[in-house]
């Protein structure tokens, strides 16, 4: 089982070697990634780096890749020091991806993951620091059902407000929902959504087939994504309001 896990996971360590841009760094603070996740790094203040560890097989969904999710969050912040973050049984980080950015403006690096729940399946959650610990500073409402899963497209001001949004695809698999979320002094809140795209696929290690490109050259970014069916590529804005700007065939290299 070990070495089958190090064989599948290795092509993408290389990758992400030759694309130069990310770390391959697997290990924080004697604790080691789940399998096909890496340790993400950024600058700035409160998280510089954020790994999934702690694998348990006690969500058994397996829509990553394998049976395998992480039951702990562990951050790095820019002082050096090692923070940690558990979660109960009941929940496990159904994620590869732990994604640092300052979503909430307040000059502090947070994390953005997706959380799954036993009962509720999956959430999107974002931890912050506060006084040295870790601590939830915003999450979306859970699916309402166990083995509901969503796929995180990206964080970017879509709407240009000046306030950082968070988007995703809920249930990618059986009718994909893109809902897209701003962070305010009430915690998240839902700025658009629409039906009928899929950024993942069932079993794939690939979080999300999206990319985030200022299409249409007006300064805001907007989103590409394959429609539910993978047959068409499709560009969002939603500046001033949601709207698609573009279709084309769908092809996959578009997102590598
Ligand atoms: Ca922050
Ligand atoms: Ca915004
Ligand atoms: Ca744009």
Known sequence: MRIKTIKSTLPLLLLLIAFGNVSAQTTLNGRVAIPHSIVAE???QGVVKAMLSCATSRYAHAVLGDAIEAGCLVVEDDS?????LEL???QVFEDLIPRIADVDGNGINDVVVVRSDASSGAALAIYTLNNNAVEQLAATPPIGTAFRWLAPVGISDFNNDGRLDVAYVQTPHIGGILKVWSITNNGFELIAERRGFSNHGIGSSRVSTAKLVDHNNDGVIDIALPDQRRQKTV??????ELAIIDEQPYDL????
């Open 42 to 44: 950024a600058d700035g």
């Open 80 to 84: 050096g020091a090692f923070h940690l």
């Open 88 to 90: 109960p049984e009941s």
């Open 235 to 240: 560009w969002i804005t939603l500046s001033p």
């Open 253 to 256: 290299s578009y997102f590598d």
